[in-house]
């Protein structure tokens, strides 16, 4: 079955940091953009950052630009998420999603996410 | 930044009517456009891309239109599963990959 599985929230103070991962299964990985995507509780949806399939190319949100940082093994299948300098606005639930073929954005596979807290 | 505008807010629907929901792009993001239904506690579930194709699995009951600045989606008989909140999203025009702020549909 074609999934994404996230891990490594938590809690963390702020300023502090996280690294979130999303393990893929049953597609070709190195084949296809990836990004994160996450929900802040009683919000809607915010694209934070993308990375296309080779990883030689990255994109941030202004929100998060200089504090982030996408990267990806695709000798692993994993994605990762650095959070570094985390606010409590960054309080949220962190998704993976998978682009569709010949897309960057159109996000057809998504993991379950994991819960990132800012919190003193 | 295109910004991504839906309405109305919260849509209150009695199983079996239609439901229609709209989005509106700040600029043309031609057909790039794509819906998103996300209910508690799950992740999001991708319904329509190319602002009329529907994703894999996806019931004929649900159908996009639109291009340029102006998107529905079409919930023709909607469903006890069909409640649930849902997103708008361009990837025209990138980064940001930008989505609406969603549409709550509740039963009435």
């Known amino acids: 079955e074609v999934q994404l599985l996230e891990s490594g929230g938590g809690l963390v103070q702020p300023g502090g940091s996280l690294r979130l991962s999303c393990v893929a299964s049953d597609f070709t990985f190195s084949s296809y953009a990836m990004s994160w995507v996450r929900r802040a509780p009683g919000e809607g949806l915010e694209w934070v950052s993308g990375?296309?399939?080779?990883?030689?190319?990255?994109y941030y949100a202004d929100s998060v630009r200089g504090r982030f940082t996408i990267s990806r093994d695709n000798s692993k299948n994993t994605l990762y998420l650095q959070l570094n300098s985390l606010r409590v606005e960054d309080t949220a639930i962190f998704y993976c999603?998978?682009?569709?073929?010949?897309?960057?954005?159109?996000?057809?596979?998504w993991g379950q996410g994991t819960m990132v807290t800012v919190s003193a | 930044e295109i910004v991504m505008t839906q309405s109305p807010a919260t849509l209150s629907v009695s199983p079996g009517e239609r439901a229609t929901l709209s989005c509106r792009a700040s600029?043309?993001?031609?057909?790039?456009l794509a819906w998103y239904q996300q209910k508690p506690g799950q992740a999001p579930r991708l319904l329509i891309y190319?602002?009329?194709t529907r994703a894999t699995g996806i019931p004929a009951r649900f159908s996009g239109s639109g291009s340029g600045t102006e998107f529905t989606l079409t919930i023709s008989s909607l469903q006890s599963a069909d409640f649930a909140v849902y997103y708008c999203?361009?990837?025209?025009?990138?980064?940001?990959?930008?989505f609406g702020h969603g549409t709550k549909v509740e039963i009435k």
């Open positions: 990375i296309s399939a080779a990883g030689g190319n990255t």
């Open positions: 999603a998978k682009a569709m073929a010949g897309t960057l954005g159109a996000f057809d596979i």
């Open positions: 190319g602002a009329s």
């Open positions: 999203q361009q990837y025209n025009n990138w980064p940001p990959w930008t």
């Open positions: 600029q043309s993001v031609s057909r790039d």
